[in-house]
Structures are given as C-alpha cells and as structure tokens.
C-alpha cells in the first residue's frame, strides 16, 4: 500500500471507528500498521523529506497504533494489542538514535510520540492485572532507560571536525 493509500485508509478507519464499525477499521489498521513503518523508513532516509512531512508520519504511527491496540484489547487479544505499541514504540526509539539532520529537527516529536506510546504500554500493562504484564512494561521502562541515556550520550559527543 503506497503512503496516499495509508493516508486514505487511516481516514476510513477513523470514520468507522466513529460509527462504531471496529472490526472493518481493525483491518484498515492492521494494512496500514504493515506498511507504514516501511514509508517511515524510506523517509527517514530520503533527503527530500522535509520535517513536517516526517512528523506527519511519525503522528499518523502513533495514531494508528493507539487505535489499533485498543480495537485489539476489546477483541480479547491482549498479547497483539502489547506488540502493537510496543513495535510502533521500538520503531520511534531506534529512529530517535539516528543521526541525521531531518531526526535531530524533529527530535521532540520523537521523543513526545515515543513517551505517549510509552504510557499507553504503562496503562495498558497496569489495567490487566497481572504480574506478567507487570513484567513486561518493567522490561520496557529498562530499555527506555537505556535509550534515554543514549540519546543524552549522543548529545555530548562533540561533532567531529573534518579538515581537508
């Protein structure tokens, strides 16, 4: 599915997801879900991106994730509604580290959609009631730990001066 069709897809879902039609708009989530983190990808890479066109997808990511995990949780299908946020969480974590003009312009969209992402995974995980899941989101709040001072580590190091 090419990005204009994510785009039209997402606003469909959303419209079923108003009229109360989840299981039509769980399928229109779970296409996009599949391809959009590959557009991002793409974009994050291509130098013609411009930042407001990235901070788009990366809150079309987001989105889609929040609605698609809580069509799943509803659905009884808690591990799938975990994955959801946290592969769409990982994504912007390991994009968040990249070093590139266009990720350090949008850095606090980064970090404000991966911190969202973060505390739906936090409520998720403490709604279910359950020792396990309580487990995972420890494992999560660790490697966010992590990443956080790597990014910091990141910021420190001093660019390097090329001298021709």
Known sequence: MDLQQCWSSFLKAEQLLQ???WPQAHYL???ILHDLPGHINQAATDDHTKPCQF???IAGLRDTTVYQSEILNNMGQQQRAFEALNQS?????FLSIEDSDLIRSVSKVLEKHSEDLLHHMGAFCHAQRNAQWQLEYEQVEKAHHHFSQLKRLNDLQP???VMN
């Open 29 to 31: 989530l779970e296409d």
């Open 19 to 21: 009229d109360g039609h």
């Open 55 to 57: 901070s788009c997808l």
């Open 89 to 93: 969480y990982a994504l912007l974590q």
């Open 159 to 161: 660019n390097a001066v």
